[in-house]
């Protein structure tokens, strides 16, 4: 089947810069319904970072050890620390801003 969109952008980074920002509230959220962290706060950037370092190190070197279906693209982490910085690290923050 042919992909709509033949872009290398969309098919392999884009989902990578995303993956932070979609990942970490549900995470944090778990964290706080298991009492690890205060209800309703924001992100804060120990978090974020910390996120995005286990991320990092599960995907982009533990599993390829794994399955020979997983590859190990350190531009992928690279694309995380985007995600992570422009989308979880403003985005979630901007309320906090004045």
């Known amino acids: 089947m042919k992909s709509v969109f033949d ?4 098919h392999g980074t884009f989902n990578d810069l995303l993956l932070i920002p979609a990942a970490l509230p549900w995470v944090l959220w778990v964290q706080s319904k298991w009492g690890w962290r205060p209800p309703d706060a924001y992100p804060t950037s120990g ?14 070197g533990v599993m390829p050890l794994l399955s ?7 531009l992928d982490a690279a694309a995380y620390a985007v995600g992570a910085g422009m989308a979880a690290g403003f985005w979630m ?3 906090r801003r004045p």
Not at 68 to 74: Q, V
Request: hydrophobic fraction near 55%; aromatic fraction near 14%; charge should be negative.
């Open 93 to 95: 923050n901007a309320k």
């Open 68 to 74: 020979p279906r997983f590859t190990a693209d350190w």
């Open 47 to 60: 978090e974020i970072v910390g996120h995005l370092l286990v991320w990092s190190v599960i995907a982009e």
């Open 7 to 10: 872009d290398a952008f969309l």
